[in-house]
């Protein structure tokens, strides 16, 4: 009766392997989210030395900025920033609209029900 011989370094070097990446993922994710919000911290410092003229024009203003700053420190400062501008951007979009017009409502009307021109 032969016995089957199996490799055990190469199995065990596996299993060692998925345990180190088990144990080291939460370790790096934790260090790409605290490095995101440095980097998210910075750039909102950077929109604060902003005058208000050039915080108008991508749609925030002061008190944005400072509403952004005044939430705690875990919290992603130009995830409120981003939320405002788009905000004011979709009521700007929204306000632009013409509620009626004469020439809009004869666009809609069928062929049928339109007035027929005269041949001059």
């Known amino acids: 009766m032969t016995t089957a011989q199996y490799p055990v370094l190469p199995l065990a070097a596996g299993i060692l392997a998925r ?3 088990a144990f080291l993922a939460p ?3 934790s260090s790409k989210a605290a490095a ?3 980097r998210n911290r910075h750039n909102a410092n950077v929109l604060a030395s902003l005058d208000r003229h050039m915080l108008a024009d991508i749609g925030l203003t002061r008190s ?3 509403d952004a700053f005044s939430a705690p420190l875990w919290e992603d400062p130009t995830a409120l920033l981003s939320e405002r501008a ?3 951007r979709m009521n700007r979009a929204v306000n ?3 509620r009626s017009a004469p020439a809009d409502k004869a666009f809609r009307q069928p062929a ?3 007035p027929a021109r005269q041949a001059v």
């Open 19 to 21: 345990a180190f990446a």
């Open 27 to 29: 370790v790096v994710l």
């Open 36 to 38: 995101r919000a440095v």
């Open 64 to 66: 944005d900025v400072h």
């Open 86 to 88: 788009i905000e004011r």
């Open 96 to 98: 632009r609209i013409p």
């Open 112 to 114: 049928t029900d339109r």
